[in-house]
DNA sequence: AAGATAATTTGCCTAGCGGTCAATTTTTTC
DNA sequence: GAAAAAATTGACCGCTAGGCAAATTATCTT
C-alpha cells in the first residue's frame, strides 16, 4: 500500500538517467574514469544511467560534485535550447488586464524563466489590487513617473530609473503626475511555480 | 572505503530538512496530516526533517507533489527576501568591459537569477568576441540600430525590438549606422552556473 | 574479417539503510 | 493542573542500493 507514485517515478528516474548520461558524454568521459574519480561501481553507474536503480542522494551529491553542477539541476525541466526570438515594435500585440496594456517582449514559452514585456500603466489609474507571485521582478521606468507600492513602502520613480524585489512581497503599480507611465517589467519564474496552494 | 562525501553529505541532509520542514509550517499542516497525505509514516517524516534519514527519490518526489512544488527547489541555495532594491539613473555607475559600456540596473547579488543592465555599444565597435555563457539572455534595443549575431544567424533591431536567447549559443553585440546603441540587457542566471568544465 | 582492447551491460548476491509500528516524550489547550 | 495533540525515539525488518566479476557489445588495428 504504497500510495508514493502520484507523480509517476520511473519516468522521472529514466530522465535522470539521461541527463546524467549526457553530461558523462559531453565531457568524454568513460564509465571506468568517473567510476575511478567517484568512488562509484562501473555497474552500478551504468544502471543509474539505465534508470534502473534509484539514486541515493549521496550518490547524487557525489556525481554532482565530480560534473560541478547543482544538485538542482539534475531535476530542472529540459532547457529548450531553441537560439533566437525576435520581437519586433512593429509587431507589438498588446493585451489588457487589471486596467494595465500589457505588451509581451518574448513569445512565451520557449524560454522556460524570463517574461520580459513591456507595461503601460494609465493615467489616474489607481491599483487597488497587490500582486504577488514566486519569482523575481524587475522593471525600469522609460517614460511617466512611477509610483511603485512593495508591501507598506513607497517608490517614485523617474524615467531611467530601476526596481529590482521579490515577487513574493506584495506589490502595485500606479501612475502619477497625470501622464501614462511606461515600463519594462521583466518577471523571472522558477520552473515550476507555486501554484494555489494547501489543501 | 566510500570516497562519497567530497560534498560533505550531512549538512546538506540538515539543510534538506529544514526546508521540508519549513514548507509543511507554511502550510500549517501536521506531521499527521502530512502523513496521511503521503501515505508516508510521521515517524519518517520527523526523520526526515531532522535530517536524520537519507530520503528515497520517490520519497523526495511525493513529497514535492504534496508541496505542489519541484523538486529542484528543494535543493536550491535560499532566496534571500530582501524585499527591494531601486536605482536611480542619477547614480548610474559606468563601467567598461570589451569595448562595451555597463550600468548595472540593480545592486548585484541580493537577488540570485535577474542580472539587468544598461548597455551601450559604441559605434563602429567590431564585437569580436562571441559570447556564450549558462542561462538565458534578453535585450531591448533604446536607441540606435543593433546588429545581433546568434551564431551564425544575423539579426537587425531597431529602437522598441527586443531579442530572447539561450545564452549558450555564441552571441555577439555591435552598432550599425555609425551611432552609439544603447540597450537594455538582462541575463537570468541559474543559481549555480556551471564552472570550467571538466578535467 | 578476425583478433585484440576498450566500454558497457547483466547475473547474482548481501550489507546496510529506508521506512514502519508502537511506546515515550514534549508541546499545546482549556 | 489534566487531557489531547503533536513530535520524537527505540527497536526492528525487508528491500534495494550498490559491488564484484563474468558476459556482452562496441571500437580499433592490421
Known sequence: MN??????????LTKLGIRLRRLR???NWTLEALAKQTGISEAYLSRLEGGERQPSLSILFTLAGAYNV???SLFEPEQTAESCVIVRAANAVIQEGQGLLYTPLSSGNRF??????????TAN?????????????WLYV??????LTIEDEEYF???GDAAHFD??????LSSVGGSDVEIILVACAPPHPLRGSHS
Do not use: C, F, K
Not at 142 to 147: A, F, K, S
Not at 167 to 172: I, L
Open 3 to 12: 500510495s508514493v507514485n502520484s507523480t509517476q517515478l520511473q519516468p522521472e
Open 25 to 27: 558524454h559531453q565531457r
Open 70 to 72: 547543482a544538485i538542482s
Open 112 to 121: 522556460t524563466s524570463l517574461h520580459p514585456m513591456r507595461v503601460t500603466v
Open 125 to 137: 489609474r489607481q491599483g487597488d489590487h497587490l500582486y504577488q507571485h514566486e519569482g523575481e521582478e
Open 142 to 147: 522609460l517614460t511617466g513617473q512611477l509610483q
Open 157 to 159: 520613480l523617474q524615467p
Open 167 to 172: 515577487g513574493r512581497t506584495p506589490h502595485r
